[in-house]
């Protein structure tokens, strides 16, 4: 079993940015692909980035791809996402989440469905 409590979410100024950390509890972080979601109101829960265990590839949607970094510390059981230039459209509740790496690759690591484990969300709202 695996926890995770996302927190950095915020209001910010468009251009501006933010860094969302998620921490898992249990001694076997280091054993899951991580990843970040996101989802606005009134739309469906959307792919944001996704890393592998040991830092080697990283995945991003198109969208935030130049502006966002993910990035892990197996030592600290710690996610983050470093979010810059945000945009408007990037206000949504953002979601860590844990797979095993062999179940997150069936979909390149972009589908939610096949991640185990979800944090709570941090709400990233982006005033225009």
């Known amino acids: 079993q695996v926890q995770l409590v996302e927190s950095g979410g915020g209001l910010v100024q468009a251009g501006g940015s933010l860094r969302l950390s998620c921490t898992a509890s249990?001694?076997?972080?280091?054993?899951?692909?991580m990843g970040w979601f996101r989802q606005a109101p009134g739309k469906e829960r959307e792919f944001v980035a996704a890393i592998s265990l040991g830092n080697s590839f990283v995945y991003y949607a198109e969208s935030v791809k130049g502006r966002f970094t993910i990035s892990r510390d197996n030592a600290k059981n710690t996610v983050y996402l470093q979010m810059n230039s945000l945009k408007s459209e990037d206000t949504a509740i953002y979601y860590c989440a844990a797979g095993l790496p062999l179940r997150t690759a069936v979909h390149g690591h972009r589908a939610g469905y096949d991640y185990d484990y979800w944090g709570q969300g941090t709400q990233v709202t982006v005033s225009s």
């Open positions: 249990g001694r076997t972080f280091s054993s899951y692909v």
